[in-house]
């Protein structure tokens, strides 16, 4: 045999052997860690909740604190069960401006984590800890350069430590004394102990209106905000806002319940205002759009059987849908909203396919998405109720079920604010969003 030949299958062998060492160096080079992988991912979508002293079971802050629990957390990131975000991916609007929801390849990244033992890795390529807020800071106060410009607190109530649940219904003057825009706004109880009684906050707007509004001027003052676990806040888009006016005041709707001690706690709004002078050109309002067809007396849920209900809604003027927010209860199972359009078109904005009332979430529409809605569309908002057995969080499926404001009660209805448009000011968000298409298309 020629030399050259012999040294050509000497490499050919050393080769050959060098491959599995080769392969799984690669693999280990491409199997996630925790500090360089995994914990970006846990404090950008988890650890506001996931931290000590929160409302989470656990803290995914450490690796320590993390490990024990890495094949709980494959299972609820591959079903999506965490973190909470349910909107329905395959069908609507996907673009909004508080996803929480993991990516398919932050998934992806988990479970593989998961799968490959849960490794540690370098613990140089840990992330600096993320800082939180203080709980007495509020959310927006860096934002807008301080805590909010007007506060207004809800009078107190005392929890008993045992008791069924309760509704609180006091009516606060704001103190005004001249009309002002709201630019942003955040409600939440007092207290660390009253987050524990507080079920949700409503706060109403009560004042007369003018009739000087323009094209929101029949539409009515609205729900001011609603707070429920997982809700932060709402601020307006630019160049619009919520008017509040001298003489008006808050009528609170406060659902509390006891928790085995007693507990005495207010609610608070924070109002973040335009600057005197500085009026915004675009109301926006609150609405609960209900979906039972004629009102909340006819909703009637029959035991072991799923139920739909549905009911449409016409826009008089105008208007930017800004959000959607379904609301419903333990029989809860999902709720959609579409638009039929004038011309009879129907465009399917948002679908929550699996509910849960432990959190009330709140979708905000990204600018570009936010649907614009000429008047004359029809909102069409439906409702499915699961009253079986395999509903795991319904208390009882052989009970009949109507509409009530306890939790074993059911509603129905979606909480979305609209900026009214006068017709030159639709035109011309039209023809911007048509603009920003051509050129992300080219």
Same mark, same amino acid.
């Given at each position: 045999?020629?030399?050259?030949?012999?040294?050509?299958?000497?490499?050919?062998?050393?080769?050959?052997? $060098?491959?599995?060492?080769?392969? /799984?160096?690669?693999?280990?080079?491409?199997?996630?860690?925790?500090?360089?992988?995994?914990?970006?991912?846990?404090?950008?979508?988890?650890?506001?909740?996931?931290?000590?002293?929160?409302?989470?079971?656990?803290?995914?802050?450490?690796?320590?604190?993390?490990?024990?629990?890495?094949?709980?957390?494959?299972?609820?990131?591959?079903?999506?069960?965490?973190?909470?975000?349910?909107?329905?991916?395959?069908?609507?609007?996907?673009?909004?401006?508080?996803?929480?929801?993991?990516?398919?390849?932050?998934?992806?990244?988990?479970?593989?984590?998961?799968?490959?033992?849960?490794?540690?890795?370098?613990?140089?390529?840990?992330?600096?800890?993320?800082?939180? #807020?203080?709980?007495?800071?509020?959310?927006?106060?860096?934002?807008?350069?301080?805590?909010?410009?007007?506060?207004?607190?809800?009078?107190?109530?005392?929890? =008993?430590?045992?008791?069924?649940?309760?509704?609180?219904?006091?009516?606060? =003057?704001?103190?005004?004394?001249?009309?002002?825009?709201?630019? #942003?706004?955040?409600?939440?109880?007092?207290?660390?102990?009253?987050?524990?009684?507080? *079920? *949700? /906050?409503?706060?109403?707007?009560?004042?007369? !209106?003018?009739?000087?509004?323009?094209? /929101?001027?029949?539409?009515?003052?609205?729900?001011?905000?609603?707070?429920?676990?997982?809700?932060?806040?709402?601020?307006?888009?630019?160049?619009?806002?919520?008017?509040?006016?001298?003489?008006?005041?808050?009528?609170?709707?406060?659902?509390?319940? $006891?928790?085995? !001690?007693?507990?005495?706690?207010?609610? !608070?709004?924070?109002?973040?205002?335009?600057?005197?002078?500085?009026?915004?050109?675009?109301?926006?309002?609150?609405? #609960?759009?209900?979906?039972?067809?004629?009102?909340? +007396?006819?909703?009637?849920?029959?035991?072991?059987?799923?139920?739909?209900?549905?009911?449409? *809604?016409?826009?008089?003027?105008?208007?930017?849908?800004?959000?959607?927010?379904?609301?419903?209860?333990?029989?809860?199972?999902?709720?959609?909203?579409?638009?039929?359009?004038?011309?009879?078109?129907?465009?399917?904005?948002?679908?929550?396919?699996?509910?849960?009332?432990?959190?009330?979430?709140?979708?905000?529409? $990204?600018?570009?998405?936010?649907?614009?809605?000429?008047?004359?569309?029809?909102?069409?908002?439906?409702?499915?109720?699961?009253?079986?057995?395999?509903?795991?969080?319904?208390?009882?499926?052989?009970?009949?079920?109507?509409?009530?404001?306890?939790?074993?009660?059911?509603?129905?209805?979606?909480?979305?604010?609209?900026?009214?448009?006068?017709? +030159?000011?639709?035109?011309?968000?039209? $023809?911007?969003? !048509?603009?920003? /298409?051509?050129?992300?298309?080219?």
């Amino acid at each position: 045999m020629r030399r050259d030949t012999r040294l050509l299958l000497v490499s050919l062998a050393a080769l050959l052997l $060098a491959l599995p060492g080769a392969a /799984a160096a690669g693999a280990e080079d491409t199997t996630p860690t925790f500090t360089k992988d995994v914990a970006p991912i846990f404090q950008q979508k988890c650890q506001a909740c996931h931290r000590p002293g929160y409302i989470a079971p656990m803290s995914l802050v450490t690796y320590a604190e993390s490990r024990p629990w890495a094949r709980s957390i494959k299972t609820r990131v591959e079903t999506r069960q965490m973190p909470p975000w349910h909107i329905d991916k395959s069908v609507g609007i996907q673009d909004f401006e508080n996803d929480r929801s993991l990516t398919g390849a932050e998934i992806d990244t988990i479970v593989r984590w998961v799968d490959a033992g849960a490794p540690r890795g370098n613990p140089a390529d840990m992330p600096p800890p993320v800082e939180f #807020a203080d709980d007495d800071v509020w959310n927006f106060a860096g934002l807008f350069g301080g805590p909010p410009d007007l506060v207004i607190h809800s009078a107190p109530y005392t929890v =008993p430590a045992v008791a069924q649940d309760r509704w609180w219904k006091p009516e606060v =003057p704001t103190g005004l004394t001249e009309d002002r825009w709201i630019r #942003a706004i955040e409600i939440r109880p007092s207290s660390v102990d009253g987050r524990r009684i507080t *079920h *949700h /906050a409503l706060a109403r707007l009560q004042q007369e !209106e003018d009739g000087d509004l323009g094209a /929101a001027s029949d539409v009515g003052p609205g729900l001011l905000m609603e707070w429920a676990v997982g809700k932060q806040g709402e601020i307006m888009r630019p160049n619009s806002g919520k008017l509040i006016k001298a003489g008006s005041s808050i009528v609170w709707d406060i659902h509390y319940h $006891a928790v085995g !001690e007693e507990i005495t706690d207010t609610v !608070e709004l924070g109002l973040y205002l335009y600057p005197k002078g500085e009026e915004p050109k675009h109301r926006q309002v609150l609405s #609960a759009f209900s979906t039972i067809e004629g009102g909340s +007396d006819h909703l009637s849920i029959p035991p072991n059987q799923v139920t739909v209900t549905e009911r449409f *809604h016409v826009l008089k003027q105008n208007g930017r849908v800004e959000n959607y927010q379904p609301h419903m209860h333990l029989r809860g199972k999902g709720m959609q909203m579409t638009a039929i359009l004038p011309d009879g078109t129907t465009e399917v904005l948002s679908r929550v396919s699996d509910f849960n009332f432990n959190w009330h979430l709140n979708y905000v529409y $990204a600018d570009h998405a936010a649907p614009l809605l000429p008047k004359g569309t029809v909102l069409h908002l439906k409702s499915w109720y699961d009253n079986t057995s395999a509903n795991r969080a319904n208390p009882d499926p052989n009970q009949w079920v109507g509409y009530g404001d306890r939790t074993v009660d059911e509603m129905g209805h979606a909480w979305v604010n609209v900026t009214y448009l006068d017709d +030159d000011d639709f035109a011309a968000a039209l $023809a911007e969003r !048509e603009a920003l /298409a051509t050129t992300n298309d080219n």
